[in-house]
T-cell receptor
């Protein structure tokens, strides 16, 4: 089955700096890669996703890149703000009909 | 819609007791998932249903765990007997797979503490 590795497990950045979180996956058939943000004590919520037919997707300060050959994808947050502090999870699946396999999460702290 | 609704929000019980967690998915969603979250293992899939039918329960850790979905608007996850290592946050999630729409909606979770 699919296995998703996520790094780093914790990340601290100064406000205004960029943050990058990386994930690798094992199943070359996976074609859907979402990212979820979980604030302290809250539920995970989707922030951005990408499919295998696209190499990069951007939404304001957030971008995701995908390298299918290397089987890795990354989340980029630019101009970080204190409200970006949260745990971020990457995930992968073959399609919407198969469940997401999550990475173990990255705890991002943005220091003001 | 109120989103995915889970109850209780917090559950504290003693080892050996039966625990039942409840979930109401978003109306119209045809997939329901139970995940367990711990610091060590992250978000683990326990079981998922499609149109009320269990599809894959290979993530259920032991026979002490069972899940049901008697109708499209209700699911339960039961642990009997509970053990301290079951302490975790249990999330229910649902989605409706239509075309390119695969967004997973999570409930608020149940924080379970087994003493």
């Amino acid at each position: 089955g699919e296995n998703v590795e996520q790094h780093p497990s914790t990340l601290s950045v100064q406000e205004g700096d960029s943050a990058v979180i990386k994930c690798t996956y094992s199943d070359s058939a996976s074609n859907y890669f979402p990212w979820y943000k979980q604030e302290l004590g809250k539920r995970p919520q989707l922030i951005i996703d990408i499919r295998s037919n696209v190499g990069e997707k951007k939404d304001q300060r957030i971008a995701v890149t995908l390298n299918k050959t290397a089987k890795h994808f990354s989340l980029h947050i630019t101009e970080t703000q204190p409200e970006d502090s949260a745990v971020y999870f990457c995930a992968a699946s073959f399609s919407g009909n198969t469940p997401l396999v999550f990475g173990k999460g990255t705890r991002l702290s943005v220091i003001a | 819609d109120a989103g995915v609704i889970q109850s209780p929000r917090h559950e504290v019980t003693e080892m050996g007791q039966e625990v039942t967690l409840r979930c109401k998915p978003i109306s119209g969603h045809d997939y329901l998932f139970w995940y367990r979250q711990t610091m060590m293992r992250g978000l683990e899939l326990l079981i998922y249903f499609n149109n009320n039918v269990p599809i894959d329960d290979s993530g259920m850790p032991e026979d002490r765990f069972s899940a049901k979905m008697p109708n499209a608007s209700f699911s339960t996850l039961k642990i009997q007997p509970s053990e301290p290592r079951d302490s975790a946050v249990y999330f229910c999630a649902s989605n409706l797979v239509q075309g390119a729409n695969e967004k997973l909606f999570f409930g608020s979770g149940t924080q379970l503490s087994v003493l």
